[in-house]
């Protein structure tokens, strides 16, 4: 046993120097705040100029439109804009990031510079450099591309690449970005402005056969033979390849039919009285629905298409701006009552958003987008074959007051869209953890079975919710709740990275049913590190340093003094309050997976090695995430780790066997202390290891031997 005041104050020492430490390096591996001040000084600096480099003058700014003309003489170049002056869209840290945009006259990016920003993964982690190289992939291209970010598909959509482990980041910098770029592009080039908004009149239906629909172009009909495929790759290193069976020069490749749904004689006509209702309410107010429909040796959506998402083969584009279409699902699970829909190979019913800026009574255009490669390796090319598709103006009622706001599916949705699996993924598994809890009696029977469950959930949140899906929760997430009550609480903050937001979720409301032992035991990826540095520890007989209980209470509190004085620093500035978290070394070991300065890599590794020797010390002596998670889970309703009369007195097996010190010398388990292992509930309900339980056995045994004893006397 160590001595309690001197090893206490070494420990208490200790723990201060490596804080102080910690927070140093931070400070000098933080950007510089003069520095983004000086970024966003670009016109005194003249950084603008990387953006033009032929520009001769930079113009007064417009302060009416926000803009700065760049000129070559008399020759006007372009435009220069703050991204803040026309969109506040927030990122990761619930703060906008501002850029400075560079558009020529035909709506051609020329380059997009970083001003100013608050992203922790940039600030504190990655570093710069990676979202200075994203925002270089812009030069180029044009305000008028559908520009997504995500890995490179054929198909009508841009993709620019992503950057691991800042998903949220710059998926919220691309709708900034092009947002900003369409409102300047709208107010002051030729093709981008804004249109009438026109509505569907709905008071007035005719009834139309098929025959009827196509000759009044109501649907629109487009057919394609393979000769005229080809002839569009011709000269191309891909003349020759083709996705499917040619023959026949003169063979119909594909040959597609697509209409405007909304308007009564053309979505009841085609869809049946039954289906367009139907139609109707799945659609919701102010979206629009088009209906494809082929027969063919080519498929308007390909084998990999994903229900429900948008399709890399067809692309909707008006006043050359891009629209986006997205699959309904609308005959994927009921049943089709069109009389038409279902004499086609294939059919599928797109939405379009309001959000869009679609004008129905307006000429569009859908082009079907034929792509082919000689392999993963060589490059893909594409055809666009376009078809034009407008209604007559009787459909119509027409809206003189535009709403040109551009609006978008929000930041988080898109995230949400394109990490959908993961999401999936993560909810079945919390399903799991959910039953495990539940059924811990039944499965607790079986150790090995347990063992072997619980070690196969704890390897899941390493690889998959630490490392892959960066589901690493931390104190800078208490932060943003604190700052929240204070500015206000949007939603929009939270949802922007769904790994998080449902891991919050769902350990928030087990706080308040079980305590914190539900994370800190099963979902905290740095949690499972220094549970397999413990297992290592073990299969070396590494010898465990010995704490008093008394000691062990002390230190305990050192926790929620490292919390108490983060929250502190965060109402005072918030940017500290991020760079005095490095405590956590979360983002050097989960994050950035030890990928990161030797200091923080140093200090993580020194904290898994000292698990070899105190199980789990970061999170019992050190963690203010788990404090704060503590301080919640006082309050919860239940105390389900079952308990026997003799716990405590005479029984002390549990008490010793509790590698995290949560239960008392009176065999009481402390749940802010609790990690949830059940390792004690193992015991509970083990006839070969419960002490009490074996007791009991041994004395019906001997109270059986006594009556066989007796009934064999009196014979």
């Avoid at 417009?62 to 700065?68: E, N």
């Avoid at 998959?464 to 932060?479: E, K, P």
Wanted: contains cysteine.
């Amino acid at each position: 046993m160590f001595a309690r005041n001197g090893l206490a104050h070494h420990l208490w020492l200790t723990g201060l120097l490596i804080f102080a430490l910690l927070s140093a390096l931070s400070v000098h591996a933080a950007p510089d705040e003069d520095s983004q001040e000086l970024r966003s000084n670009w016109q005194a600096t003249e950084s603008w100029r990387d953006i033009f480099p032929t520009a001769s003058e930079l113009g007064e700014k417009d302060t009416a439109l926000g803009i700065w003309p760049v000129f070559r003489g008399a020759a006007l170049l372009g435009y220069l804009f703050e991204s803040n002056d026309f969109v506040a869209i927030p990122g990761f840290s619930g703060d906008v990031v501002n850029v400075l945009v560079g558009i020529d006259t035909q709506g051609i990016f020329k380059g997009v510079k970083l001003l100013k920003h608050h992203e922790p993964i940039f600030l504190h982690g990655l570093g710069e450099p990676p979202l200075l190289e994203f925002l270089q992939q812009y030069k180029g291209l044009s305000v008028a591309d559908n520009i997504k970010v995500g890995k490179q598909r054929a198909g009508a959509n841009v993709y620019i690449d992503g950057i691991t482990k800042a998903t949220a980041s710059v998926v919220a910098v691309n709708e900034t970005v092009l947002l900003s770029a369409l409102k300047v592009a709208r107010e002051t080039l030729e093709g981008f402005e804004p249109r009438a908004i026109a509505t569907v009149k709905t008071g007035e239906f005719h009834p139309l056969s098929w025959d009827e629909l196509l000759q009044r172009g109501y649907i629109q009909r487009v057919r394609l033979t393979h000769a005229e495929v080809a002839e569009a790759f011709a000269g191309t290193a891909v003349e020759n390849l083709n996705d499917v069976a040619d023959e026949d020069g003169d063979g119909v490749f594909i040959e597609f039919y697509y209409g405007y749904l909304n308007v009564p004689d053309i979505g009841r006509n085609l869809l049946g009285e039954t289906d367009y209702q139907r139609l109707l309410r799945e659609l919701g107010p102010g979206n629009h629905a088009v209906a494809v429909m082929a027969n063919g040796d080519y498929s308007f959506v390909g084998e990999d298409f994903v229900p429900g998402s948008v399709p890399d083969r067809l692309a909707v584009h008006q006043q050359e701006l891009p629209i986006e279409i997205r699959d309904m699902n609308f005959y994927d699970y009921d049943e089709v009552n069109s009389p038409y829909m279902g004499n086609f190979d294939s059919s599928k019913i797109f939405r379009i958003k309001s959000q869009s800026d679609f004008d129905p009574g307006a000429a569009w255009e859908l082009a079907l987008i034929v792509s082919r490669s000689r392999g993963m390796l060589f490059e893909t090319l594409s055809a666009s074959f376009p078809s034009e598709y407008q209604l007559p103006e009787t459909f119509f009622v027409y809206n003189e007051n535009v709403d040109d706001d551009l609006k978008r599916d929000p930041p988080w949705v898109t995230i949400w869209k394109g990490r959908f699996w993961e999401v999936v993924l993560l909810s079945l598994s919390l399903v799991l953890l959910t039953a495990i809890m539940v059924f811990q009696h039944r499965l607790s029977r079986y150790p090995k079975l347990f063992h072997r469950l619980r070690w196969g959930f704890l390897w899941f949140t390493l690889i998959f919710i630490g490392w892959y899906a960066q589901g690493q929760l931390s104190v800078v997430n208490i932060f943003t709740i604190f700052q929240a009550m204070i500015s206000g609480f949007r939603w929009s903050d939270y949802l922007i990275d769904p790994m998080l937001f449902i891991l919050w979720i769902y350990v928030f409301i087990s706080l308040f049913i079980i305590g914190r032992g539900l994370f800190c035991g099963w979902l905290c990826p740095f949690g499972v590190l220094q549970e397999m540095a413990s297992w290592v520890a073990k299969k070396l007989n590494i010898r465990q340093l010995k704490i008093s209980d008394r000691l062990h209470t002390r230190l305990w509190r050192v926790k929620y003094v490292v919390l108490i004085f983060l929250v502190g620093v965060s109402f005072y500035s918030l940017t500290a309050a991020e760079i005095l978290s490095e405590v956590e070394p979360f983002k050097t070991a989960i994050t950035l997976v030890f990928v990161r300065s030797w200091p923080f890599v140093l200090y993580a590794v020194g904290l898994l090695v000292l698990s070899l020797f105190v199980h789990k010390a970061y999170c019992r002596y050190l963690c203010p995430l788990g404090a704060g998670l503590a301080m919640l889970g006082w309050f919860h309703r239940f105390e389900w780790l079952t308990r026997r009369s003799e716990c405590g007195s005479p029984c002390q097996l549990c008490k010793h066997k509790c590698e995290i010190a949560a239960i008392t010398p009176q065999g009481k388990v402390d749940y802010n202390e609790c990690i949830q292992c059940l390792e004690c509930i193992v015991y509970y309900n083990n006839d070969d290891l419960c002490p009490p339980l074996i007791n009991r056995n041994k004395r019906n045994k001997n109270v059986g031997e006594e009556v066989q004893f007796i009934e064999l006397k009196e014979k």
